[in-house]
């Protein structure tokens, strides 16, 4: 099964349990993906250090500020899959939300895969919010 994973931070030391939880993934066997806006600093879980969750992590912008990070990977996903990633971004960017609000989600849009997961996790709602996952 193809798992996706929305933190609001990740890694963090502060939620061993998100650990806990991507490593049982692994074991059953599923393909697990992360996606977090920011990171705590700190010392990583063993089990995030041993099966590198840290280095898996798909950072999302969370703010105008880190819009620049972004560019790259958007980039060439873009240039991987240019229908899939715009129709993700303008779809994304359709409401009634301020122009900031409609360039984060279409950005965001953007840094997503093209395929979709068989089960999404979102471990809060800000993180809901800001990702605009829907069922």
């Known amino acids: 099964m193809k798992i996706y994973a929305f933190t609001e931070n990740y890694p963090s030391p502060y939620k061993p349990y998100h650990d806990t939880q991507f490593e049982q993934f ?6 697990l993906r992360l996606f977090a806006f920011d990171r705590h600093e700190g ?3 063993p089990v995030a250090r041993e099966l590198g969750f840290d280095k898996k992590v798909v950072n999302l912008p ?5 819009l620049p ?4 990977p ?17 779809v994304a960017a359709t ?15 953007a840094s997503l895969p093209d ?12 993180t809901q919010l800001r990702a605009r996952i829907s069922a």
């Open 74 to 90: 958007i980039v060439a996903r873009c240039l991987s899959s240019p229908l899939a990633t715009s129709r993700r971004a303008l």
């Open 26 to 31: 692994i074991k059953d066997g599923h393909s």
């Open 115 to 126: 395929e979709s997961p068989d089960l999404c996790i979102v471990h809060n709602l800000l």
């Open 69 to 72: 990070a972004a560019v790259g």
């Open 62 to 66: 969370a703010t105008l500020k880190s």
């Open 95 to 109: 409401s009634r939300a301020s122009v900031k609000q409609r360039v984060m989600h279409a950005v965001r849009a």
């Open 43 to 45: 010392e990583l879980n």
